[in-house]
């Protein structure tokens, strides 16, 4: 069964550091990009990161660019997302979600996210 | 880069059709056939149900398409179901220069 199981998630004080991880079964996964996607509470969602299936390519939405890092471990079929500098409204459910292999920007495979609050 | 404008809500009977409109702007729903929209049921993964303006994923109910006119994207679901009760999100493409992809606000479908 393809399937992403995200862990982490937690309570963390502000400015603080969270790392979350992402575990991928069922398929290639180094032969995927993928991103991470958050939902705060009684919002929507929110794309938040982009690695490419090398980690050569990144790419992070302007509200966390230069707190959070994405990165994965083709070897061990595992994505992940360093959070520093964390923020009361960084506090969310955080997904991963694979990109279709055939059709760029469109996320096939979603996991049911780790929960994450940011306050003291 | 704003989200995309959905309604908040929608409601329909079972049996009956629903469409949920996603209006973004001239340059990201309107410059680009790479609308997605995803089903979200809380607490569950969210599901892709149609992507590229109107493809349909294998597996996803012919009761759902996709369509777009200028810069409004449009999710139809026909013949309601209970279990098709659950939040749906639009995307587009945005642009290089700009976030990789914007959602829309969510749209809370009851079934009556």
């Known amino acids: 069964e393809v399937q992403l199981v995200e862990s982490g998630g937690g309570l963390v004080q502000p400015g603080g550091s969270l790392r979350l991880s992402c575990a991928a079964s069922?398929?290639?996964?180094?032969?995927?990009?993928m991103n991470w996607v958050r939902q705060a509470p009684g919002k929507g969602l929110e794309w938040v990161s982009y690695?490419?299936?090398?980690?050569?390519?990144?790419n992070y939405a302007d509200s966390v660019k230069g707190r959070f890092t994405i990165s994965r471990d083709n070897a061990k079929n595992s994505l992940y997302l360093q959070m520093n500098s964390l923020r009361a409204e960084d506090t969310a459910v955080y997904s991963c979600?694979?990109?279709?292999?055939?059709?760029?920007?469109?996320?096939?495979?979603w996991g049911q996210g780790t929960m994450v609050t940011v306050s003291s | 880069q704003s989200a995309l404008t959905q309604p908040a809500s929608v409601s329909g009977s079972p049996g009956q059709s629903i469409t949920i409109s996603c209006t973004g702007t001239s340059s990201d729903v309107g410059s680009y056939n790479l609308v997605s929209w995803y089903q979200h049921h809380p607490g569950k993964a969210p599901k892709l149900m149609i992507y590229?303006?109107?493809k349909r994923p294998s597996g996803v109910s012919n009761r759902f398409s996709g369509s777009k006119s200028g810069n409004t994207a449009s999710l139809t679901i026909s013949g309601l179901q209970a279990e098709d009760e659950a939040d749906y999100y639009c995307?587009?493409?945005?642009?290089?220069?700009?976030?990789?992809?914007?959602f829309g606000g969510g749209t809370k479908l009851t079934v009556l």
């Open positions: 995307c587009s493409y945005a642009g290089s220069y700009t976030s990789y992809v914007i």
């Open positions: 979600a694979r990109v279709s292999p055939g059709s760029n920007y469109v996320f096939d495979i």
């Open positions: 590229e303006d109107s």
């Open positions: 069922g398929f290639t996964f180094s032969s995927y990009s």
């Open positions: 690695i490419s299936s090398g980690s050569r390519t990144t």
